[in-house]
């Protein structure tokens, strides 16, 4: 037969005598004990405690789903924080031309396709880069800057920076032509 050890204790509260129990051991299951009364100075009209109180769980509040796959836009000139990596995967980017220095990789519900963006990141410029790919892990504020070698990919890293979306020139009127 397996014996249990139980720990005791009785402390004052406010006047009134207070005994726990808990078992000692790996098992620390609740005890079941029969009532007590304490007799005490203060009375509490008809306050009887059947179950330990336990904290409410925590409801989950969930957003409407338009609002949890809400990504904001670039405006042109404001600046945006990103997450930068890099890929050196070769072939043509999402819009049918070969790879290149210079070119990104972004999510185009943030950085719209043939639009260019300047990169900033530890304080340096990194460049002027066009917006010609996208990826599948590309989502939101992240951007891929496309590198040659994947021992200059490793080398970037992933890097928190900077992006701004480049205003395009206003094209103007041609004299004779509406």
Do not use: N
């Not at 609740?30 to 009209?45: C, D, G, T, Y």
């Not at 769980?57 to 670039?74: D, N, Y």
């Not at 070969?98 to 963006?117: E, K, N």
């Amino acid at each position: 037969m397996r014996r249990l050890a139980l720990i005791t204790a009785v402390f004052t509260l406010g006047g009134v005598a207070v005994l726990t129990a808990m078992r000692a051991g790996a098992d620390q299951s609740p005890l079941s004990m029969a009532p007590v009364v304490v007799e005490s100075e203060i009375r509490l009209a008809g306050v009887v405690v059947m179950e330990p109180a336990l904290p409410p769980k925590p409801t989950k509040k969930v957003a409407p789903k338009a609002a949890r796959h809400r990504i904001a836009r670039a405006r042109d000139g404001q600046p945006v924080p990103v997450e930068l990596t890099a890929y050196c995967l070769s072939g043509t980017t999402r819009r049918g031309r070969y790879v290149r220095p210079g070119i990104i990789a972004t999510d185009p519900r943030v950085f719209p396709l043939s639009r260019y963006v300047e990169l900033f990141a530890e304080g340096k410029y990194l460049g002027r880069y066009l917006v010609d790919d996208t990826g599948r892990l590309i989502k939101g504020a992240h951007i891929d800057v496309w590198v040659p070698t994947v021992a200059e990919a490793v080398l970037f890293g992933r890097v928190q920076g900077t992006a701004v979306l480049v205003p395009r020139r206003k094209q103007q009127a041609v004299a004779g032509r509406r």
